[in-house]
């Protein structure tokens, strides 16, 4: 029995545009620098510094992001970062201009026959420009133990009071331990609604949150 592996994230390049973005690549050091230093046939080397944010293209919020008082990105177990992962498509379930609902999660579970099971992490496919988690999808994803959270979209409803922002997902979340994952790509082209998931994140020292390789990893 062989495997597939779906690549899940964003490059990581200079002049994209957007909050997932922000990366500035310097090249540091030139073979053209170096190659005087190395005995031939050996030509110098290249290196590059990256300079971007924690929570730049395809991350992993860890639970301090939000939550004072909680664990950082390296104080998390690894196991949170991987494990079997169900895709709920929203795509024609969402309503547009509405945030993802709990009626429709259970609706998706029951077109595509999946269950959510404790320990599970779920993927949320939604269309672009929609964006956000409703207060009772939350809960709801909570209350059945899932392990971890990832979207292709923003995981934040639009919701404002007394003029300021609101978090529900994240604080809800983050509070639980339940990891978010960000800026996923290519979930449309998982041929599975189910597989094993991995997003292993840097070990970054009192890190809010991090970088990572997403991918699914589907048996053939």
């Not at 899940?8 to 050091?29: F, H, M, N, T, Y």
């Not at 709801?140 to 990832?150: E, F, N, P, Q, Y």
């Not at 994952?181 to 020292?205: A, C, H, M, S, Y």
């Amino acid at each position: 029995m062989g495997m597939a592996i779906v690549d899940l994230s964003i490059p990581i390049r200079e002049g994209e545009e957007g909050p997932l973005a922000a990366v500035k690549i310097l090249k540091e050091v030139t073979r053209a620098w170096s190659a005087r230093h190395f005995k031939e046939p050996c030509k110098g080397f290249e290196s590059r510094t990256i300079l971007m944010p924690e929570h730049c293209a395809t991350h992993v919020d860890a639970p301090y992001h939000f939550v004072p008082n909680t664990r950082t990105i390296d104080e998390m177990p690894l196991d949170r970062f991987l494990g079997d992962a169900v895709l709920l498509d929203l795509r024609h379930t969402q309503k547009e201009g509405q945030p993802v609902r709990r009626e429709d999660l259970i609706a998706v579970c029951s077109k595509d026959r999946l269950t959510i099971e404790e320990g599970v992490i779920v993927l949320l496919l939604s269309l672009p420009g929609y964006k956000g988690l409703a207060n009772d999808a939350v809960d709801w994803l909570i209350v059945r133990g899932v392990k971890a959270v990832g979207t292709n979209v923003d995981i934040e409803e639009d919701a404002v009071e007394e003029g300021k922002k609101v978090r529900y997902a994240h604080m809800s979340f983050l509070t639980e331990g339940i990891c978010i994952f960000e800026g996923l790509v290519n979930l449309d082209t998982l041929p599975t609604k189910k597989f094993f998931f991995v997003g292993l994140p840097l070990r970054i020292e009192k890190g809010t949150g991090s970088p990572v390789r997403a991918a699914a990893i589907i048996k053939e």
